[in-house]
């Protein structure tokens, strides 16, 4: 089993785990970000430089989406 084989691997599980126990879509977006960025410090250095682009692009894609989310929250608790 090749590295890439193992991050997709375990990005599926984790969706599929997120997708049962996450209560609400923040919540979901919230949980798939952290595993983003979990594979990208600890398999950094071991996946192919394409894949790590590809990670990346999901990290800021799924960061954007947790900044709206944490503004919306925030005008929430504001008003």
């Known amino acids: 089993m ?3 084989d193992a991050i997709v691997l375990f990005l599926g599980v ?6 049962f126990f996450a209560k609400s879509f923040d919540l ?3 949980l798939l970000l952290i595993s983003v960025l979990i594979v990208l410090e600890v398999a950094g250095p ?3 430089p394409e ?8 990290a800021y894609f799924m960061l954007a989406i947790f ?10 608790v504001l008003s």
């Open 46 to 48: 071991f996946i192919r």
């Open 14 to 19: 984790w969706t599929v785990l997120s997708i």
């Open 2 to 4: 090749d590295v890439d």
């Open 28 to 30: 979901f977006i919230t």
């Open 67 to 76: 900044l709206i989310v944490v503004i919306r929250k925030a005008m929430e």
């Open 51 to 58: 894949a790590k682009q590809v990670l990346k692009m999901m």
